[in-house]
């Protein structure tokens, strides 16, 4: 996506010969100026849909979150009203098998 890097003031493109002043020059001028607001114009517009796109997508993150929350909360209740918490004795680590019976595997690449 296009990103200006510096974000201050949208400065007017400048020619780098002047022209002769005249009636001609004056409608390009007007031209440029109409072409540069309908795109500043159609870029703004852009950005409002975005905007939209991205507050309609909090919002339903935001209900998505309530409702999972909620749902987290009924298993909790219901956890400790079915199954009071009990504490686990530590298992014990069998012992790692001998060397002989592992199976290894050399890769070369």
Avoid at 18 to 47: C, H, N, W
Wanted: proline fraction near 8%; charged fraction near 25%; aromatic fraction near 6%.
């Amino acid at each position: 996506m296009y990103q200006q890097s510096a974000r201050g003031q949208i400065r007017p493109k400048i020619s780098t010969m002047p022209r002769q002043q005249s009636e001609a020059t004056a409608f390009l001028d007007i031209y440029k100026l109409v072409i540069e607001k309908k795109r500043l114009q159609q870029e703004l517009q852009g950005m409002d849909q975005r905007r939209q796109q991205i507050v309609d997508r909090l919002a339903l993150l935001e209900t998505q979150v309530s409702t999972l929350e909620k749902t987290a909360q009924q298993f909790r209740s219901t956890e400790t009203q079915s199954n009071p918490p009990t504490v686990q004795p530590p298992r014990r680590s069998e012992p790692a098998p001998p060397a002989e019976t592992l199976d290894t595997l050399f890769l070369e690449y």
